[in-house]
C-alpha cells in the first residue's frame, strides 16, 4: 500500500502565498520523480512543477518565476511554494510520485487525492 497525502490547500487573496506538502508513506523502496498538477473547473489537468530525485526541477511557463518545488527524500515530502498567487492559480492541486513498492521490479505512477487552492480577488 501507497498513499500520497496532499496538505497546505486553502483561501488565498491575489498577491498571497501558500505553501502545499504531500508526503508519500506504505511499502516504499524508493521514489524518483515527484510533481504537481493542477485542474481548474472545465479545464484539463495539467503539469505544475516536476522534480526528480536529483533536485531537478521543471515548471509550467505560467507559474516560473512565482512557484518553487522542493523536495526532502528522507521524509519522501514534496512541497511547492507558492507566490504572488492570482486567481488564474485556482485549482485542485495534486500531487504526483514515480514509486518502486518493496519487492517490486516495476516503477508505478501514484497520485493524490487533491487539495483545493482558492485565490479571491
Known amino acids: 500500500q501507497v498513499q500520497l497525502v496532499e496538505s497546505g490547500g486553502g483561501l488565498v487573496q491575489a498577491g498571497g502565498s501558500l505553501r502545499l506538502s504531500c508526503a508519500a508513506s506504505?511499502?516504499?523502496?524508493?521514489?524518483?520523480?515527484m510533481g504537481w498538477y493542477r485542474q481548474a473547473p472545465g479545464k484539463q489537468r495539467e503539469l505544475v512543477a516536476a522534480?526528480?530525485?536529483?533536485?531537478?526541477?521543471n515548471y509550467a511557463d505560467s507559474v516560473k518565476g512565482r512557484f518553487t518545488i522542493s523536495r526532502d527524500n528522507g521524509k519522501n515530502t514534496v512541497y511547492l511554494q507558492m507566490n504572488s498567487l492570482n486567481s488564474e492559480d485556482t485549482a485542485v492541486y495534486y500531487c504526483n510520485a514515480d514509486v518502486l513498492r518493496l519487492g517490486a521490479r516495476v516503477w508505478q505512477d501514484y497520485w493524490g487525492q487533491g487539495t483545493q487552492v482558492t485565490v479571491s480577488s
Open positions: 522534480i526528480t530525485s536529483g533536485g531537478t526541477t
Open positions: 506504505g511499502s516504499i523502496f524508493s521514489i524518483n520523480a
